[in-house]
């Protein structure tokens, strides 16, 4: 096991996700969502409102999923410290 510290602050969002955001399916191609493309979401509205992340997490998954049929169970815990 390897464990990994960070220095939190006040404000700061900590986001706990499964791998059910990244892995579905969708887009024009039918593609994987990806880690990644979730990571730079999540940077880019770090500073927002709990309820605006929320929202765009939301609307970015299904707007990729589209008519694909979603293909693992979605967690995502986010925590305004």
Not at 37 to 45: G, L, M, N, P
Not at 67 to 72: I, N
């Amino acid at each position: 096991m390897h464990a990994t510290y960070v220095q939190i602050q006040k404000d700061d969002l900590l986001i706990l996700f499964t791998d059910g955001y990244a892995d579905q399916f969708g887009g024009p191609d039918g593609k994987k969502l990806k880690s990644r493309s979730f990571k730079e979401q999540i940077a880019h509205y770090s500073t927002a409102k709990s309820s605006e992340v929320r929202q765009n997490i939301e609307e970015v998954f299904v707007k990729w999923k589209g008519s694909h049929e979603q293909v693992d169970d979605v967690l995502i815990i986010g925590i305004r410290l």
